[in-house]
């Protein structure tokens, strides 16, 4: 007689993210509770509001997030200001939530792939412009079974239903127990696996603030989750569980990358007018003078022509990168330099000009590089522009910069 007996029971693969909104001072002694552990979360910043030093007593300063990002914590997305997305304008949510991103990036956060809507308030545009700033996701709070929910899904799927409104467990609050985090684990354990996500605000002890949860309680729930892992559950941030990858932090002078941060840089595809996508015609002065789409390229199919028939002095014509929020002006970091190039022909000299941006959203002319000679063949030329700028305006709490080229031809020739 053979008796078959079952399998033991395996818990399913089940990824847990931490994550902690609205880059509040308390959060920074989370640092030590993850590193001993060697665990990482996700911090949704308001990169408008991240104080300039740590004398502020709600935010914290921009030295406590890059020591976060240092030790392998995501810094991500929150929007400028903690705005309520529901009650803007298109244009007004793509300023909240791109700007946010230029910001980080240009504070030397990577990826910047994650987003998490204030007050978890967000529409169809909110995730449309979300998906058009360049985030890979973007959270909302609940939807995951829970007290508050028992007919919810009992985990995010992997990948998620929806990318740009992921779900989680109800956000912790001072009545949160430990065991009831440790049941929304179990209960995705037990019913198929997928990715159960925490949203932490305030982080204190014996505190009156509704939103906290005492550093005791969240070095438990580590505790408990840190042997989980052989059975299959791990603790991820936002980043990699989307696949974007691991964050860090670059550090300003700290080496050189060799990429082209230009969007659409050979000109290659075009926009209904024909203009090249990311590109706008632009200069100053009275002229006449037209731009073309010239098979005549050095490389690819496409190149722009412009003849200028007459010119009064001291007027010009660029083709300059959009200045735009990120979407296609590429992002720099403070305090870096950064290495122009282009290829042209042309019958006057060329140069090549550089402007900023603040984080006012203002576009603030830099540098202007020295003449190159008229050239009848392809000829590259290159310019290094100066340390890119703070850009910050008096008023400003916090500062970014993002560069945009213009190859400028004259008419002196």
Not at 6 to 15: K, L, S
Not at 328 to 354: D, E, M, N, Q, W
Not at 361 to 369: E, K, L, R
Request: proline residues 6%; contains cysteine; hydrophobic residues 35%.
């Amino acid at each position: 007689m053979l008796l078959v007996l079952p399998a033991a029971a395996t818990a399913a693969p089940t990824v847990v993210s931490l994550t902690f909104d609205d880059g509040q001072q308390t959060q920074y002694q989370v640092r030590p509770i993850l590193a001993a552990r060697g665990m990482h979360a996700t911090f949704y910043v308001n990169s408008a509001l991240s104080a300039a030093s740590t004398t502020s007593d709600f935010r914290m300063p921009w030295s406590r997030l890059e020591d976060l990002a240092r030790d392998g914590n995501e810094i991500a997305g929150h929007t400028l200001t903690h705005a309520r997305l529901t009650n803007l304008t298109e244009a007004q949510q793509r300023t909240e939530i791109c700007d946010d991103r230029t910001n980080l990036i240009s504070h030397g956060f990577f990826p910047v792939a994650s987003f998490a809507y204030p007050y978890a308030a967000y529409n169809a545009t909110s995730e449309a412009v979300a998906q058009s700033c360049g985030y890979s996701s973007a959270r909302k709070v609940a939807g995951i079974r829970d007290a508050n929910c028992t007919l919810c899904p009992f985990a995010e799927t992997i990948p998620p239903r929806d990318p740009y409104a992921t779900r989680t467990v109800e956000a912790v609050s001072s009545t949160t127990t430990l065991a009831s985090m440790q049941n929304s684990v179990m209960e995705a354990e037990n019913n198929g696996g997928g990715w159960v996500q925490f949203v932490f605000h305030v982080i204190c002890d014996a505190c009156s603030n509704s939103d906290a949860t005492s550093p005791a309680q969240l070095a438990a729930l580590l505790d408990w989750l840190q042997p989980r892992a052989a059975a299959g559950t791990t603790v991820k941030t936002v980043a990699e569980v989307m696949g974007a990858g691991p964050s860090g932090f670059t550090v300003p002078g700290g080496g050189t990358v060799a990429t082209n941060l230009f969007k659409n840089a050979s000109l290659e595809t075009a926009d209904a007018d024909m203009t090249p996508s990311c590109w706008l015609h632009g200069g100053i002065g009275t002229s006449t003078y037209s731009w073309t789409r010239t098979s005549d390229a050095r490389s690819g199919s496409w190149a722009q022509k412009l003849d200028i028939t007459s010119a009064a002095d001291g007027s010009n014509r660029k083709l300059v990168s959009q200045q735009d929020s990120g979407l296609c002006a590429p992002s720099a970091v403070p305090g870096h330099t950064y290495r122009l190039s282009g290829y042209y022909k042309s019958t006057a000299p060329v140069y090549l000009v550089v402007f900023y941006r603040d984080i006012a959203g203002a576009w603030i002319f830099q540098h202007v590089s020295d003449s190159f000679p008229a050239s009848s063949t392809w000829t590259q030329r290159r310019s290094r522009r100066p340390r890119c700028p703070p850009g910050r305006p008096p008023s400003a709490p916090a500062s970014t910069c993002g560069p945009s080229a213009a190859t400028r031809w004259t008419t002196s020739a």
